[in-house]
């Protein structure tokens, strides 16, 4: 949440924000010579791929829980099936779309072209 937070917070409005000049110079060729808004920013497949990570780790997280894995909240009828051991077993299989979003999150970063770059080295 933190890496996302950076980002949105700070990073996204210092691109928008910055000068025609220095865009052009240094990021222009990343954006197709086109300034982004932040709209565009966080519409695009990097954004997307990014807000769906930090939504599935928050529910696993949440599941994971005590109060979610002992079964101590008491949800209204229909919900209360989303609770206890099972949810937080079931919570662990959201990794694996969490693996292909991370995959195709780093495949369409605006600033590495070269897909030795795009890696975990």
Known sequence: MVHA????????????????????????????NVKPTYVDLVKGVEGVTGVLMVLLMVIAFVLASRWFRRNLVKL??????????????YSHHLFAIL???LI??????????????????
């Not at 937070?5 to 197709?32: Q, T, V, W």
């Not at 195709?104 to 080295?121: A, G, I, M």
């Open 99 to 101: 693996y292909v979003l």
């Open 104 to 121: 195709l999150h780093s495949q369409y970063l605006y600033l590495n072209h070269d897909w030795r770059q795009k890696t975990v080295r």
């Open 76 to 89: 209204p009828w229909p919900l209360h099936r989303m609770t206890g051991f099972n949810a937080f077993w």
């Open 5 to 32: 937070g950076i980002h949105m917070a700070c990073d996204f409005p210092r691109l928008i924000g910055s000068d025609n000049e220095s865009f052009h110079k240094y990021l222009g060729s990343d954006f197709g």
